[in-house]
Structures are given as C-alpha cells and as structure tokens.
T-cell receptor
Framework: DAGVIQSPRHEVTEMGQEVTLRCKPI?????LFWYRQTMMRGLELLIY????????DSGMPEDRFSAKMPNASFSTLKIQPSEPRDSAVYFC????????????FGPGTRLTVT | DQQVKQNSPSLSVQEGRISILNCDYT??????FLWYKKYPAEGPTFLIS?????DKNEDGRFTVFLNKSAKHLSLHIVPSQPGDSAVYFC????????????FGTGTRLTIIP
C-alpha cells in the first residue's frame, strides 16, 4: 500500500509569494492532520479533518494559513503571503479511525522562505 | 505551555544495552500515549502505544511503561541496535486516541557500536 504522499518535497520561495503544499492520505483513512516541525516548537498540529470536515484549526498560526480537503484523497495547505518565519518542515498524516488510533505520516515538505 | 515534555534532548547508549527514553505530561485528560521514531528526511513512524487502562505494553524489543499517578511514561529498547539511532517523539491524546495528538519535543538516541 502506498503511504501518505506529500508534494513538493522541497520548496524555496521568496517572501510574499503564495505557497501551496499538497497531501494525499492513505486510501480508506478518514482523518487527516497537518503538522509543522521547527527547532523551537517541535511538532505542532496546525489543523485536522475528519471525513473531509475541518474539526480543529486552533493551531493555524494566523490568517495567512488556510487548509482545504475537497475530497477524501486530497488536501492542501496554503500560505499567502509567505514570510521567512514560516520556514519549517510541514508534515501531513492520516488515520484510519474506528479503533485504529495511530497516525501515519508523509515524508514532509521542507519549506524555505527567503 | 508544553503539555508533553521530553526533558532529555539526547541520549547515547552502547549497542546491546538498554535504552530508556522518558516522557512527562501535565494534562490529566490524556488517556492514550504513543511513541514515534523519526529518521532524518523522513516522517515520524509509529512505534508503540499504550492506553491508560494499562501500565505496560510490549512489542518485541520495545516496551512502554505508564505511571499515571506520576504522569510519566517511558520507552525501553532492549537490546539496543545501531538501527535504533533516531529521534523519538512521545505523543498523547484524549478520548483514547480519537482526539488530536500532542507531541513532545523529541529525544535524539544514538547507539554506539
């Protein structure tokens, strides 16, 4: 089975530009999570979806960040406009649900904003 | 406010010996705990979990112990192998895993051959 797929793996952009990160969860999983990893704050949850519906977006830093899940097999995290402090590794994870609680992570997108 | 804490940023252990990684939490509503392992340039990989109704869970070389009164859990790896060198994250959840995970900041484990 394919794992969680994220694209791009690396993104370098200039301050002020729009950035879109993409995620394809594992087929059959009904929850999707976006995380950000930085040296200072470790792994922090940004937002998560159950059955394509956003459940908790309290971790989204500010209005420059937005996330969508138009269907069960695709999600995007958008930053507009991007700032240097957004530089981090962004992970997507999915979970089957029911009695299966483990989250399965993608390889991450390393974002550098100059 | 760091609800899940891993106070040791790094740990070095001789190959073949026991590795013990520690984690403390402050939120008494947490009732499900997980350990993840992360290699460089990869996403975290699930390792082992434990529900608050247990105090121990074992899977091969990996054992997780939970002390609810102390709000403390630990991961034991025995015997340690070079492939165990990675960053280990402790995570916790409410509602027996149905809620979001809160992660610790990680401990970098280095196994010395």
């Amino acid at each position: 089975d394919a794992g969680v797929i994220q694209s791009p793996r690396h993104e370098v952009t200039e301050m002020g530009q729009e950035v879109t990160l993409r995620c394809k969860p594992i087929s059959g999983h009904n929850s999707l999570f976006w995380y950000r990893q930085t040296m200072m704050r470790g792994l922090e949850l940004l937002i998560y979806f159950n059955n394509n519906v956003p459940i908790d977006d309290s971790g989204m830093p500010e209005d420059r960040f937005s996330a969508k899940m138009p269907n069960a097999s695709f999600s995007t995290l958008k930053i507009q406009p991007s700032e240097p402090r957004d530089s981090a590794v962004y992970f997507c994870a999915s979970r089957r649900g029911g009695l299966v609680y483990e989250q399965y992570f993608g390889p991450g997108t390393r974002l550098t904003v100059t | 406010d760091q609800q899940v804490k891993q106070n040791s940023p790094s740990l070095s252990v001789q190959e073949g010996r026991i590795s013990i990684l520690n984690c403390d939490y402050t939120n008494s509503m947490f009732d499900y705990f997980l350990w993840y392992k992360k290699y460089p340039a990869e996403g975290p990989t699930f390792l082992i979990s434990i529900s608050s109704i247990k105090d121990k869970n074992e899977d091969g070389r990996f054992t997780v112990f939970l002390n609810k009164s102390a709000k403390h859990l630990s991961l034991h790896i025995v015997p340690s192998q070079p492939g165990d060198s990675a960053v280990y994250f402790c995570a916790a959840s409410e509602d027996f895993g149905n809620e979001k995970l809160t992660f610790g900041t990680g401990t970098r484990l280095t196994i010395i051959p």
